[in-house]
C-alpha cells in the first residue's frame, strides 16, 4: 500500500477491503485445491466399475424398484425423445412418470400421440400439497410410463404430485429434457444396495450434451460443444461435479444433489414434506432439509455422490439465457443458505454447517461481493495511488494461475481416470477452455451472481425464459 | 531471501507452469496413442489372427513384440481369450510362445510397478504362466494393502490350482474390505461347493464378516448337510451370522427351515428380519405369511419393501397351489377342495 496523500482511515479502508478481497480469494481458492486433491484420491482409490454386467451381477436382484420422476413444463420439442430414453434405461424393475406442469405448448399432445396415452384412475398418497391433477394417463404402448397431467405451480409442485402418485421406494428426480446413460440408474443405486439403512439420497453427474450426437433420445457420440459459452460450461460443469460434488461427498458436507438427476428415499422425501415451493433452488434446498432434519433427530443417514452415473443436459448458448440462469442458481443458493442459516457455524450439524454451510457462505454469500470489490476496487484503488501497483499485478497473477491449475486438475481428473471425450481434438478444445474461461467467463459469473443477490434482496421469484434448441437439432450438427 | 512479491509471483509462475505441463502430458499422450492407432487400424485383428494361426497351426514364430504397451494388451487379451477354449498342444505352443518372447517375465515385474489396471492386467494374465516363479509372485502380491490387488493376485493363485483351502480363505477373507468383495464370495462359494465338508468345518473357527460370507457360500451349495449348521447359526449371538444364515436357508432351499425363519422375522436386528422375510417369499411358505404382516410396518423400509415383495410371491404361490390342487382333487373326487381350504 502506498499513498500519503489521503487521510489515514481511506488508507485503513483501502487496506482493510484489498485484505478481504484476497484473502477471500485465497480462501476460495485454497478450498478448490483442496477439493482437487480429495476427488482425485477418491476417484484413484475408487474407479467406477467399467463393466455394466458386474453391475448387473452385484445389484440385480438386489435393486429396488425406482419411479424416475420428470417435470416437463413447454417441453414439446424434446419430450418424446427424452421420454424415449428414459424407458430404454437398464434396469430391473422402474417406472417412469412425466408431470405435466400446465405446459402452455402441446408437450401433453406430442406424449398422448406417442405412446398412446390412456387416462387411468391410480390410487396414491396425498401426504404432500400440490395444485390440482387434471388427470392421470397410462401408456397403452409401454405400460411402465405414468403422464401426470396438472395445473401449473412450478417444478418443485410438479415433482411433489410426482412422489404421492410413485409406489417405488426409491424416486429419481429429473428434468425432462435431461438424457440418462443406459446404466446411470444401475450406478447411482449402489449406495441404496450397499446401506439401505442410513443411504436416504444420492447425486450423479450431471454433463453438457451440446455438442454430442443423439439419436434416438441417447448420447451415441461424445463431442465438444460448438458454441462457445456451452464449451465454457463443459469445463466448469467437470469442475463442479468432478472437484466439488465428489470432494464434499467424501468429507460428508454435500449441501447440494443436481435437480437434473437424483436418488432418493421416497419414504424420506415425505417424512419431510417434500419438495419447497417459495425457492428457486429447490434441489440445494431439499438436501440442506435433509441434512437439518437428520441432525436435528440425531439419525443416522448418509448422502452420497457417485461420479460415474452420467446425466447429459443441454447448456444455455446465449449469453442471455445462461445469466439468467446463473442469477437463478444464485438466487436459489442465497434463498437455502439464509433459511436455513441457524445450521451455519453450528456445531450441532457437524460438517454440513461448518464445512457445507460455510463453503455456501464464502463462496454464494461473500464470493460475488469479494469478486465484483477485487475487480472493481482494486484497480480504482491503484488508480488513486492507495494500492501499489507490483501487488495488484503479482495478486490478480496468482488468482488467474489458481484459476488455471484448478480448472486444468478437473481435466487431468476427466482424462486419467475417466476419459469420456473421445478424440485428442476434444481434449485440446477443452484445454483451451479451460484456460481461457479464467480471462472474462468467471468474472462475467461473477456479475450473474450478483445480479442474482440483487433479484434476491428485491424478492424476485420467478425462474425466467429459458428457451433451449432441444436435443434434435444438438444432434443435427455435424461431429 | 526473496521478499513477499517475489514470492506471490513464483507461486503463480509455479502454478502456471504445473498446469501448462500437465496439459501439454495429457494432449500428448492422447495424441500419441491416436496416432499408433490410425498408423495400425487393423492392429488389433493382425496380433489376434497371427497368434491365433501359430497356436493352431504351428510354424514359424510371429513377430510380435512385448514392448509396445498397446500391442502388449492386445496381446494378453487375445492369449486369455484363447486360453480358455485351448487345449492340449496348441495351448502349450501358445504359452511357449509367450513365454519365448519374455511376456510372462514382464508380467511379473509389471505386477510391481505401473498403474493400478496396468498390475490388476498382469495379475490377471499370470494364470497364463501356472509355475513355482508366479506363484511366487502372486503370494508377494498378496501382501498388497490395495484390496483391489491382492485379491487379484488370489483368484489368479485359485485359478492356477495353487489358492488356499477354506481356512486360508477365512484368514484373507478377515481382511479389511475383503469379506464384502465380489470376488471373494465367488472364490468362498467355489470352494465350498467343492469341499463343503471343509466349509461346515470352517465354520467353527471363522468369526464375523467372514463367517457370514462362508455362511453364504454354504447355503449356495444347496446341499441338505448344511441344513442343520444354518439353524444352529440362526441363533448366533452375531447379527450379522444370524442375518446371513437367515438368507443361507432361504437358497438352500428346503422347506423344513419355515420355524426358524418365522422367529427370525421378530429378530432385534433389521438385517435378520430382511432376510428372512426374503427367504419366506423365496421358499414360498405360504402358511407362514402371517409373520410378514408385522413387518410391513417395520421401521427399516427396506424390510417393509421386502416383506411386502414376499408376501406379494406367496399370494402368486398360493393361488397357484390352490388351482393346481383343485384341479387335481376335483378330477379325483369331483368335489371342488378350495372351499375346505377358504374355510
Known amino acids: 500500500m502506498s499513498g500519503s496523500i489521503y487521510p489515514d482511515f481511506v488508507i485503513a479502508v483501502a487496506n482493510a477491503i484489498a485484505n478481504t478481497v ?42 429396488p424398484p425406482i419411479a424416475l420422476l420428470a417435470p416437463a413444463y413447454n417441453e414439446a420439442q424434446t419430450v418424446e425423445n427424452s421420454t424415449r430414453s ?25 406424449l398422448r400421440r406417442a405412446f398412446a396415452l390412456e387416462p387411468v384412475d391410480r390410487d396414491h398418497d396425498n401426504a404432500i400439497a400440490h395444485q390440482r391433477i387434471k388427470a392421470i394417463y397410462r401408456s397403452a404402448a409401454d ?51 450397499e446401506d439401505p439403512e442410513n443411504v436416504v439420497a444420492t447425486g450423479g453427474t450431471v454433463r453438457i450434451a451440446n455438442g454430442c450426437t443423439i439419436r434416438n433420445g441417447q448420447v451415441v457420440e461424445i463431442g465438444v460443444p460448438r458454441n462457445f459459452w456451452a464449451l465454457l460450461q463443459t469445463v466448469e460443469y467437470l469442475r463442479a461435479f468432478l472437484l466439488a460434488r465428489l470432494a464434499w461427498s467424501r468429507m460428508g458436507a454435500l449441501t447440494i444433489v443436481s435437480g437434473a438427476f437424483g436418488l432418493f428415499r421416497r419414504s424420506v422425501l415425505l417424512e419431510i414434506g417434500g419438495y419447497a415451493l417459495k425457492t428457486v433452488g429447490e434441489d440445494m434446498e431439499l438436501i440442506v432439509r435433509l441434512h437439518r432434519h437428520f441432525r436435528e433427530r440425531n439419525k443416522p443417514y448418509r448422502i452420497a455422490f457417485v461420479p460415474e452415473p452420467v446425466c447429459w443436459t443441454e447448456a444455455p448458448e446465449t449469453l442471455a439465457v445462461l445469466a439468467r440462469q446463473r442469477a437463478r442458481w444464485h438466487r436459489g443458493a442465497l434463498e437455502t443458505f439464509f433459511k436455513h442459516r441457524v445450521m451455519f457455524f453450528n456445531p450441532r450439524y457437524g460438517r454440513v454447517g461448518m464445512l457445507g454451510m460455510g463453503h455456501v457462505f464464502l463462496f454464494d454469500v461473500l464470493g460475488p461481493i469479494t469478486e ?23 495478486y490478480l497473477a496468482v488468482t488467474f494461475a489458481l484459476g488455471v491449475a484448478i480448472s486444468v486438475g478437473s481435466l487431468a481428473i476427466e482424462e486419467a481416470e475417466l476419459r469420456r471425450f473421445p478424440k485428442a481434438s476434444d481434449l485440446v478444445t477443452l484445454a483451451a477452455a479451460a484456460v481461457i474461461e479464467n480471462f472474462g467467463y468467471r468474472q462475467l459469473n461473477s456479475l450473474w451472481r450478483l445480479r442474482g443477490l440483487w433479484q434476491w434482496v428485491r424478492g424476485v421469484q420467478s425462474w425466467g425464459d429459458m428457451s433451449r434448441r432441444g436435443f434434435r437439432s444438438a444432434a443435427a450438427s455435424p461431429t | 531471501m526473496p521478499g513477499p512479491l517475489s514470492l506471490i509471483w513464483m507461486t503463480a509462475l509455479v502454478l502456471m507452469l504445473l498446469a501448462v505441463g500437465t496439459l501439454a502430458a495429457l494432449i500428448v499422450a492422447r495424441v500419441r496413442r491416436e496416432h499408433e492407432e490410425r498408423a495400425d487400424p487393423n492392429r488389433r485383428d493382425r496380433i489376434s489372427k497371427s497368434l491365433l494361426q501359430f497356436a493352431m497351426a504351428g510354424g514359424e514364430q510371429p513377430a ?16 486369455l481369450d484363447a486360453a480358455q477354449i485351448m487345449r492340449g498342444p496348441a495351448k502349450e505352443r501358445l504359452v511357449q510362445f509367450l513365454r519365448d518372447i519374455g511376456l510372462d517375465e514382464r508380467l511379473r515385474r509389471q505386477t510391481r510397478r505401473g498403474s493400478l489396471r496396468d498390475r490388476l492386467a498382469a495379475l490377471e494374465a499370470l494364470r497364463l504362466f501356472p509355475d513355482a516363479r508366479t506363484i511366487a509372485t502372486l503370494r508377494r502380491a498378496e501382501h498388497s494393502r490395495d484390496l483391489r490387488v491382492w485379491l487379484a493376485a488370489l483368484r489368479t493363485r485359485t485359478e492356477v490350482d495353487a489358492g488356499p483351502d477354506m481356512f486360508g480363505l ?102 435378520v428380519r430382511l ?20 413387518l410391513l410396518d417395520d421401521r427399516v423400509w427396506w424390510v417393509r419393501f421386502r416383506a411386502e415383495e414376499a408376501l406379494q410371491k406367496l399370494s402368486d404361490i398360493s393361488v397357484q ?14 368335489v371342488d377342495p378350495t372351499r375346505a381350504v377358504q374355510r
Open chain 1, 86 to 110: 428414459l424407458l430404454a434405461l437398464d434396469y430391473p424393475s422402474f417406472e417412469v412418470i412425466i408431470i405435466n406442469d400446465g405446459s402452455k405448448d402441446d408437450t401433453l399432445g406430442v
Open chain 1, 22 to 63: 484476497i484473502c477471500v480469494g485465497l480462501l476460495q481458492n485454497t478450498i478448490y485445491l483442496l477439493q482437487l486433491i480429495v476427488a482425485q484420491r477418491a476417484l484413484a482409490t475408487e474407479p467406477p466399475e467399467p463393466r455394466v454386467r458386474t453391475l448387473w451381477r452385484r445389484t440385480g436382484a438386489n435393486a
Open chain 1, 372 to 394: 465484483a470489490a477485487g475487480y472493481v476496487l482494486m484497480p480504482v484503488m491503484w488508480l488513486l495511488g492507495i494500492l501499489s501497483f507490483d501487488y495488484l499485478l503479482a
Open chain 2, 275 to 294: 432376510k428372512a422375510a426374503e427367504a419366506i417369499g423365496r421358499l414360498g411358505l405360504w402358511k407362514h405369511a402371517n409373520c410378514l404382516e408385522p
Open chain 2, 321 to 334: 397351489d390352490l388351482n393346481s390342487v383343485a384341479e387335481t382333487l376335483s378330477r379325483r373326487t369331483h
Open chain 1, 143 to 193: 405400460e411402465r410410463l405414468i403422464v401426470i397431467d396438472k395445473a401449473n405451480g412450478g417444478k418443485a409442485d410438479a415433482l411433489n404430485a410426482g412422489l404421492n402418485l410413485a409406489r417405488a421406494p426409491i424416486v429419481c428426480s429429473m428434468d425432462a429434457d435431461s438424457i440418462l446413460e443406459p446404466d446411470a440408474l444401475l450406478r447411482a443405486v449402489q449406495p441404496f444396495v
Open chain 2, 170 to 271: 477365512m484368514e484373507l477373507a478377515a481382511r479389511p474390505g475383503a469379506s464384502k468383495s465380489q470376488i471373494m464370495h465367488e472364490l468362498v462359494a467355489a470352494r465350498a461347493h467343492v469341499n463343503l465338508l471343509e466349509a461346515l468345518r470352517a465354520l467353527n473357527s471363522a468369526r464375523g464378516l467372514p463367517r457370514a460370507l462362508l455362511i453364504r457360500a454354504i447355503g449356495e451349495t444347496g446341499q441338505r448337510e448344511a441344513l442343520a449348521p444354518l439353524q444352529v447359526a440362526l441363533h448366533n449371538p452375531d447379527p450379522e451370522t444370524r442375518a446371513a444364515a437367515a438368507g443361507a436357508l432361504g437358497a438352500l432351499g428346503f422347506a423344513a427351515v419355515a420355524d426358524g425363519l418365522a422367529r427370525a422375522t421378530r429378530d432385534v436386528d433389521w438385517r
Open chain 2, 64 to 79: 510380435l513384440a512385448v514392448s509396445n504397451a498397446v500391442e502388449r494388451k492386445i496381446l494378453i487379451e487375445t492369449a
